[in-house]
């Protein structure tokens, strides 16, 4: 019997466990038709200069629905599809889709600056990346120097010549790289010395605690010294997970450069997204932007 096995089998006598296992066996299974059933979608969420209010860029964020499974986050989904691999072929169709996107709304006259893409640590393994990531911005007419690609500290943890190749040629090409979740990833900071980073995005973890702690606690001394050493190293620093005025007004302080959150916009399908840009470019023309320095 399992107990006999060892403790890596007795939680298979929880109901919960089991239950875990076989949803993610049936996502594991669900994945491998998704794409060709036409199953995923992109939402997309504002990226706001502190400097001057304006709209500096946009996250694509993969969305799933499957006909049975019902909607499921990426947060549960990502993770299956970099175990099995799929993660190579999604992530393709997400960078294409965002460039497809992005390309469309520019030529039809909406202003949004960047787009930003995540990027999995399982794609940066191909060797073929940095050629399917030209060749998604030549066939969709998105410029290279509008591109960001976000990647998580642990995909910095490879640290091999073939990543170190990878990001020059990207570099060279004009794609941007930002470090997304950033404090949450227990990697030494040693990479920031050598890879070409421009931008670190603080993870909402420590945001969400801002406002709250009203300008004290730990959670605001993190914030400090991750902007602190982005501004040392000129990289651009972005904070996620903003919520409320009063986070964005510290952060303001703090001398954060962009936000994004909830208090903006949630991720938006993209109708919404051009409704969102529209309205907001109305209210630029009657409203005075609002600036940095507040004293
Ligand atoms: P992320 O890249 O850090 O994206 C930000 C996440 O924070 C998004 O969750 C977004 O909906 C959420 N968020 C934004 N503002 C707020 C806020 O004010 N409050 C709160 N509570 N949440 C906020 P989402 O869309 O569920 O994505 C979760 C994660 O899944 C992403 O985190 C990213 O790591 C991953 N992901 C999403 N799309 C892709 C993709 O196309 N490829 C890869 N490899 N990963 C993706
Ligand atoms: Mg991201
Ligand atoms: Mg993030
Ligand atoms: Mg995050």
Known sequence: GARREGRNHIEFYSPTA??????????????????????????????????????????????????????????????????????????????????????????????????SVNVSAVQLRDPGFTQRVLLACADTGWSTARLELEITESALLLDTDALWECFGALQSAGVALAVDDFGTGFSSLSYLSRFPVGRLKIDRSFIAGLAASDGTGRAVEVTRAIIQLGKALRMQVLAEGVESNEDERLLREYGCDEVQGYLHSRPLAPREMVRWLQARALSADHVEPVHASMG
């Not at 629905?65 to 169709?93: K, M, N, Q, R, S």
């Open 18 to 115: 089991w239950l875990q296992a076989r949803r993610r066996l049936e996502i594991e299974h669900a994945l491998r038709g998704a794409l060709e059933q036409e199953e995923f979608s992109l939402a997309y969420q504002p990226l706001i200069d502190l400097a001057d209010g304006g709209v500096c860029g946009m996250e694509a964020l993969l969305r799933w629905h499957h006909p049975e499974l019902g909607p499921c986050a990426p947060g549960e989904f990502i993770e299956i599809a970099e175990a099995t691999g799929d993660i190579v072929a999604i992530g393709e169709w997400v960078l294409r889709e965002a460039c497809r996107q992005a390309a469309a709304w520019d030529a039809s006259g909406l202003r949004f600056g960047r787009m």
